[in-house]
């Protein structure tokens, strides 16, 4: 949230995106979540997740806790954030509240769909390039999608069950160290939820608007925050994916080793998150009351 752009990749790698537009828009389908998560740095977060569908927008809105003790200690309270956006089809844009700033950035689609202009936003410096081609040996990521013959029933719907996982590897060459961050993803999806079909055709059409990376912001969104690349090697895995969240649990684990390769190599290791969301409410068997105005007052940025 603090870099335009960079708050923008966010929203397109992980589920995280969320609610509001213009004027008062009423939702015909509102799926609430319960959002847990457990970070080394930032200890322990409660949040609420709402998400609305129209036949032409989505709406986001993610309201944290932060309830870890040393965030408390820091604060002297219970810290809260709020994170939300609207992706809009009608207006051809996605507009991201910055609450911090009191300001609403808007991204428009031909942008987001410009490859030229998004990798031109990547963009570093030859200098910084050089350096870091020179110092780091990236590997290709490894991921692997399988989808469980057997269903569960999970919160009184029966679910495909899909286990996700992926391997990222940076070699230092300079300090001869290696560092991996293994990605684990469990997934609890199914097509018996009320709404899933609207939220299905939603993504279809959003997916025609910014090409296969939209499915970033599907049921695999947690596992896909971390995947830094083109989709098309996983495209079919993630293809047979089908069926709206129920229920998701990851967890992310990071691994040094120092002295890659000798006798006196040492690897330390250390949890880095452990994040749950699980579907509370799926309300459509009548009108959504929930309504998503923006902010009055907020300024705009139109990210050119």
Known sequence: MKKYFSTFVFYLTAVAVFLLF?????????????????????????????????????????????????????????????????????????????????????????????????????????????????????????????ILPQKENMNGYLCQVVEADLRLETVDVKKNSSSVTLVKQKLWVSDAVPGYAQYRAFHEKLAKRLGFDAVRLGGLNGMLRYWDGSLDPIRKSIKDVKGYPVKSIISVEGHY?????????????????EESSELREALTDKPVKARFPEPSGFGLTVVE
């Open 22 to 146: 213009a004027s008062p828009c009423r939702a015909d389908v509102l799926f609430i979540h319960d959002h847990k998560t457990t970070e080394y740095l930032m200890g322990k977060q409660d949040a609420e997740l709402l998400i609305g569908y129209t036949d032409e927008a989505m709406f986001i809105d993610k309201k944290i806790r932060y309830t870890g003790k040393m965030m408390t200690t820091l604060f002297g309270k219970v810290t809260e954030e709020r994170e939300t956006a609207h992706f809009l089809l009608d207006k051809d844009q996605i507009r991201e509240m910055d609450y911090g700033r009191g300001k609403i950035i808007v991204f428009p689609f031909e942008r987001l769909s410009d490859v030229n202009w998004v990798k031109q936003k990547q963009q570093i410096s030859e200098a910084d390039a050089k350096i870091i081609r020179e110092r780091y040996r990236v590997s290709e990521p490894v991921l692997s999608v399988k």
């Open 257 to 273: 080793t120092a002295g890659v390769g000798t006798t006196s190599a040492k690897t330390s290791s250390v949890n880095l998150k």
